[in-house]
């Protein structure tokens, strides 16, 4: 089975310009997350979907990052225009659907904002 | 609000030495999960091993066993025999009624030959 899959897993860009990040959970996933990593920390919730539907959105900065999950497979996230505090990695993660099951992640994307 | 709070910042031990990561946390829910990922210098997160807050007996995987003390609100997790594939940062993370993960800052775990 495979796993969950990111791309791009590494990302430069200069401030201002914008940048998405994709993201295939593991088939038949019907909940999806998307994370944001500090070095040396934890993982923050940014958004997360089931199905097609952002369950809860409250942790994403509306005024420049996005999301979509138009056929509640794969999503992407997107940053316009990125900030030098950006930088850092996104993950994403995926699991059966809403409740207290186990999340699997994928690489994620380390994202460098110059 | 809901915490975890991981007290060491980092850890080293000797292969196959045993090894104990510690985890506290706070909640004013009565049914919860919490769990403890593995995060390899690689990136990627795995889990190690969870723990049903309704459930005494402690949960284990292999050489990973957890010491769950509801009362204390304390989740370690000790690894036994450690390897070098061990080496890693290890999140402890508590999953509340939203099936919301808060995560604490982590561990970095190293282990030497």
């Known amino acids: 089975e495979a796993g969950v899959v990111q791309s791009p897993r590494y990302k430069i860009i200069e401030k201002k310009q914008p940048v998405a990040f994709w993201c295939n959970p593991i088939?038949?996933?019907?909940?999806l997350y998307w994370y944001l990593q500090n070095l040396g920390q934890g993982p923050e919730l940014l958004i997360r979907?089931?199905?097609?539907?952002?369950?809860?959105d409250s942790q994403l900065p509306k005024d420049r990052f996005s999301a979509e999950r138009l056929k509640g497979v794969d999503s992407t996230l997107k940053i316009q225009p990125a900030e030098l505090g950006d930088s850092a990695v996104y993950l994403c993660?995926?699991?059966?659907?809403?409740?207290?099951?186990?999340?699997?992640f994928g690489p994620g994307t380390r994202l460098t904002v110059t | 609000a809901q915490t975890v709070t991981q007290s060491q910042p980092e850890m080293s031990v000797q292969e196959a030495e045993t090894v104990t990561l510690s985890c506290t946390y706070d909640?004013?829910?009565?049914?919860?999960?919490l769990f403890w990922y593995k995060q390899p210098p690689s990136r990627q997160m795995i889990l190690v091993i969870r723990q049903e807050a309704y459930k005494q007996q402690n949960a284990t995987e292999n050489r990973f066993s957890v010491n769950f003390q509801k009362a204390a609100k304390s989740f370690s997790l000790k690894i036994s025999d450690s390897q070098l594939g061990d080496t890693a940062m290890y999140f402890c993370?508590?999953?509340?009624?939203?099936?919301?993960?808060?995560w604490g800052a982590g561990t970095k775990l190293i282990i030497k030959p």
């Open positions: 993660a995926s699991s059966p659907r809403d409740g207290y099951y186990e999340q699997y």
């Open positions: 088939s038949g996933h019907n909940t």
């Open positions: 909640t004013s829910e009565s049914n919860y999960y």
């Open positions: 993370a508590l999953m509340d009624s939203n099936y919301q993960l808060i």
């Open positions: 979907y089931e199905n097609e539907e952002a369950v809860d």
